[in-house]
């Protein structure tokens, strides 16, 4: 309803050799897209909103039409605002447009026989523009607050812009010798620089005196105050790497990077992250060698190194001011005040990992089996540590705490069948992570990230336990009479009766059931993942289909909780039709009752496994014969879908919803989340 993307691509590639010692490399990229999207407030943990949810929670007992059509916004009186819903994400335009141009350019020039300098240039421009109208009959937000919609301002609209530009430069310089075609030396050494600029600015209005010109003519309106902002960032980098390799079956890879960025404090913006890796190719020696019909290739492989992450907001370690209000002389005035703290010590997020590795191939590699076992330590988070109220901030961006990640990755790749017109490849791959919360610094070992008004944080973050961890109430059906009479632990701080949820104590003993009786519920840390590939030719013919899978990852159904909520003034669940009552005591749902605030417990904790048909293709390459009269190389048609089949026995709408995309700390929560869309392509591959 009133969503799309629509995207018109092309991409060049250009490929010379100048000379025997220079040769050219570019690509040129551009797209240009248009994007509509339902409208919602950000995510930021003690209000939300969202023009889906919005819909669904609506009560259904007032009709969406009139009789002549037109939508009904006088009988509603459900709604905070006489607004329709459906009218809210039909009628309101949220619009966003892309344009973007990527380009690279490389060229090699062989000083001397061994040496080769490469360099290499790119730039990335990105322009957008948003389109913003809610009209004056909406109840569509206007503007940041939740607090003002279309009606209550008579008409919102409001017009944004911005442009980011960067570009990449970097410079290597490889000596590549062999000697007495047993050693081989290959040393790189280079140069990298990045740098990042841009700009974005927002104008707004409200009060028109109709919807006919919508964002198109802000000057009807009254101006409301718009923003604007800028930043610069660079990152600088120097980086080394020694291979040597004998008789190309004893290999050992060492280098070293050290990378500077802007983004970070001023005693931490250099990093660096050394790396190394060992291999055997196994395969190559004599003794295996004999049964090159059957095994035909392995390789064992080891390597350990540091990388570092640095994707902070610019300008995070500095002090910022920001614009506030004030009185002065009984006149509202402008001004500055501080809104972020100095962290001259902000630093690198740092990555250790450890890897093993197996690669094996049978059959003349008509068969090839990858196993690779990993240990990954991230330390120094990046984390934003509330701080006391009395400071007068809400959080300051530290380096604290750890988490760590291991498991083991499995590929199998198969030649299934290969003939002259036909051929079927497959690849399947399987792999597993755990994730376990190291350290959240000494302050702390656990905490509950902030939750929506008027309700619980379904999730907690704590040393131990996996990153999204679920944390709420075990329940055991409803209370009966006998449950009363033998004063079974009922929940502290609401008057529970006959029909009532039953929970769970976690020890034996218990007079009544406290927070203390939460527990682990899940996490939305899948147990495993998979995916599924085929690409099959037939003659001219090309067609690939792609499955990716999930198992044991879990998702708090929001959505659906604060639908088993009993009331009038929003929709309800048809689950609530099997709630407990006089005349339906064998009811599996809780009585209707006025309890404060919804639990959270394991019923709405669901299991997100799915299937889904991720990505399907069907291609046709003209034949040669034609081509050569167009002076073309090659030239592919294709048509492509995504999306077109899920699996999944999760009751909502998308095993892959997480409402708040932008905080890992609250991963798997649905609140409504708007499924993926399906999507289809036609597209034209040309080689001249």
């Given at each position: 309803?009133?969503?799309?993307?629509?995207?018109?691509?092309?991409?060049?590639?250009?490929?010379?050799?100048?000379?025997?010692?220079?040769?050219?490399?570019?690509?040129?990229?551009?797209?240009?897209?248009?994007?509509?999207?339902?409208?919602?407030?950000?995510?930021?943990?003690?209000?939300?909103?969202?023009?889906?949810?919005?819909?669904?929670?609506?009560?259904?007992?007032?009709?969406?039409?009139?009789?002549?059509?037109?939508?009904?916004?006088?009988?509603?009186?459900?709604?905070?605002?006489?607004?329709?819903?459906?009218?809210?994400?039909?009628?309101?335009?949220?619009?966003?447009?892309l344009s973007r141009v990527l380009a690279n350019f490389s060229g090699e020039y062989k000083l001397l026989h061994d040496l080769t300098l490469k360099v290499t240039g790119g730039t990335d421009l990105i322009n957008t523009k948003q389109d913003y109208y809610a009209p004056s009959t909406t109840g569509s937000p206007a503007g940041p607050s939740l607090s003002t919609n279309g009606i209550s301002v008579n008409g919102y609209a409001s017009v944004g812009s911005g442009q980011v530009?960067?570009?990449?430069?970097?410079?290597?310089?490889?000596?590549?010798?062999?000697?007495?075609?047993?050693?081989?030396?290959?040393?790189?050494?280079?140069?990298?620089?990045?740098?990042?600029?841009?700009?974005?600015?927002?104008?707004?209005?409200?009060?028109?005196?109709?919807?006919?010109?919508?964002?198109?003519?802000?000057?009807?309106?009254?101006?409301?105050?718009?923003?604007?902002?800028?930043?610069?960032r660079t990152m600088n980098s120097y980086l080394g790497r020694v291979s040597y390799s004998y008789l190309h079956k004893y290999n050992v890879t060492v280098s070293e990077r050290a990378d500077g960025a802007s983004s970070l404090g001023a005693n931490k913006k250099w990093g660096y992250f050394p790396a190394i890796g060992l291999s055997w190719n196994v395969g190559s020696e004599d003794y295996l060698k004999k049964f090159d019909k059957t095994i035909s290739d392995l390789k064992i492989r080891l390597s350990a190194g540091r990388t570092g992450n640095s994707e902070v907001p610019s300008y995070s370690s500095l002090q910022l001011l920001g614009a506030t209000s004030y009185f002065f002389n009984n006149t509202l005035s402008t001004g500055l005040?501080?809104?972020?703290?100095?962290?001259?010590?902000?630093?690198?997020?740092?990555?250790?990992?450890?890897?093993?590795?197996?690669?094996?191939?049978?059959?003349?590699?008509?068969?090839?089996?990858?196993?690779?076992?990993?240990?990954?330590?991230?330390?120094?988070?990046?984390?934003?540590?509330?701080?006391?109220?009395?400071?007068?901030?809400?959080?300051?961006?530290?380096?604290?705490?750890?988490?760590?990640?291991?498991?083991?990755?499995?590929?199998?790749?198969?030649?299934?069948?290969?003939?002259?017109?036909?051929?079927?490849?497959?690849?399947?791959?399987?792999?597993?992570?755990?994730?376990?919360?190291?350290?959240?610094?000494?302050?702390?070992?656990?905490?509950?990230?902030?939750?929506?008004?008027?309700?619980?944080?379904?999730?907690?973050?704590?040393?131990?336990?996996?990153?999204?961890?679920?944390?709420?109430?075990?329940?055991?059906?409803?209370?009966?009479?006998?449950?009363?009479?033998?004063?079974?632990?009922?929940?502290?701080?609401?008057?529970?009766?006959?029909?009532?949820?039953?929970?769970?104590?976690?020890?034996?003993?218990?007079?009544?059931?406290?927070?203390?009786?939460?527990?682990?519920?899940?996490?939305?840390?899948?147990?495993?993942?998979?995916?599924?590939?085929?690409?099959?030719?037939?003659?001219?013919?090309?067609?690939?289909?792609?499955?990716?899978?999930?198992?044991?990852?879990?998702?708090?159904?929001?959505?659906?909780?604060?639908?088993?909520?009993?009331?009038?003034?929003?929709?309800?669940?048809?689950?609530?039709?099997?709630?407990?009552?006089?005349?339906?005591?064998?009811?599996?749902?809780?009585?209707?009752?006025?309890?404060?605030?919804?639990?959270?417990?394991?019923?709405?904790?669901?299991?997100?496994?799915?299937?889904?048909?991720?990505?399907?293709?069907?291609?046709?390459?003209?034949?040669?014969?034609?081509?050569?009269?167009?002076?073309?190389?090659?030239?592919?048609?294709?048509?492509?879908?995504?999306?077109?089949?899920?699996?999944?026995?999760?009751?909502?709408?998308?095993?892959?919803?997480?409402?708040?995309?932008?905080?890992?700390?609250?991963?798997?929560?649905?609140?409504?989340?708007?499924?993926?869309?399906?999507?289809?392509?036609?597209?034209?591959?040309?080689?001249?």
């Open positions: 309803m009133n969503t799309g993307f629509q995207r018109i691509s092309g991409r060049i590639n250009y490929e010379k050799d100048v000379s025997k010692k220079f040769k050219v490399n570019s690509n040129v990229f551009i797209s240009k897209s248009t994007e509509d999207k339902l409208t919602g407030s950000a995510y930021n943990g003690i209000n939300f909103s969202g023009a889906f949810p919005t819909l669904l929670l609506t009560s259904p007992r007032t009709p969406v039409f009139n009789a002549d059509g037109s939508y009904n916004v006088k009988t509603n009186s459900y709604l905070a605002t006489a607004t329709n819903p459906l009218e809210d994400i039909l009628a309101t335009t949220n619009r966003t447009y530009y960067s570009w990449l430069n970097e410079n290597t310089l490889t000596y590549d010798h062999s000697f007495q075609e047993k050693h081989f030396l290959n040393i790189l050494g280079g140069y990298t620089t990045q740098y990042s600029q841009g700009e974005s600015a927002v104008s707004n209005a409200q009060s028109f005196p109709n919807d006919i010109s919508t964002f198109n003519n802000l000057a009807s309106g009254t101006a409301v105050t718009g923003a604007s902002s800028a930043f610069v005040a501080p809104t972020q703290l100095a962290n001259n010590n902000l630093g690198w997020e740092t990555t250790s990992q450890y890897d093993g590795g197996i690669d094996v191939g049978f059959l003349k590699n008509r068969i090839n089996f990858i196993f690779d076992a990993y240990y990954k330590k991230t330390s120094n988070l990046l984390l934003n540590v509330p701080l006391p109220l009395y400071t007068g901030y809400q959080s300051e961006l530290e380096n604290v705490g750890s988490v760590e990640n291991k498991g083991l990755e499995l590929t199998l790749n198969t030649e299934n069948i290969k003939t002259h017109n036909f051929s079927w490849k497959s690849t399947l791959v399987f792999a597993t992570n755990a994730n376990k919360i190291l350290s959240l610094g000494a302050s702390t070992n656990s905490y509950f990230p902030l939750a929506p008004t008027g309700q619980v944080s379904p999730v907690i973050v704590q040393v131990g336990l996996p990153v999204g961890t679920f944390w709420g109430y075990s329940t055991k059906g409803l209370l009966t009479a006998a449950d009363i009479s033998s004063n079974y632990p009922l929940l502290t701080g609401v008057s529970q009766i006959v029909g009532d949820q039953k929970y769970v104590p976690l020890h034996s003993g218990e007079t009544q059931i406290t927070t203390a009786d939460k527990h682990n519920l899940g996490s939305a840390q899948a147990k495993f993942t998979g995916s599924f590939s085929n690409t099959i030719t037939w003659k001219k013919f090309d067609l690939a289909f792609f499955f990716q899978g999930s198992y044991g990852n879990k998702i708090f159904n929001l959505l659906q909780q604060q639908l088993e909520i009993p009331k009038e003034t929003s929709n309800s669940s048809a689950t609530l039709l099997n709630r407990y009552s006089a005349t339906n005591p064998s009811g599996t749902l809780p009585r209707a009752t006025n309890a404060p605030v919804a639990q959270v417990i394991d019923r709405y904790i669901e299991d997100g496994s799915y299937i889904r048909l991720k990505n399907i293709s069907l291609g046709y390459t003209l034949p040669s014969s034609t081509l050569s009269q167009l002076h073309v190389k090659r030239l592919r048609v294709y048509v492509s879908a995504q999306n077109l089949l899920t699996l999944t026995r999760y009751t909502g709408t998308d095993p892959e919803a997480s409402f708040y995309t932008g905080d890992n700390t609250k991963q798997g929560i649905d609140y409504g989340v708007y499924p993926s869309s399906k999507s289809y392509l036609v597209g034209l591959n040309v080689s001249f």
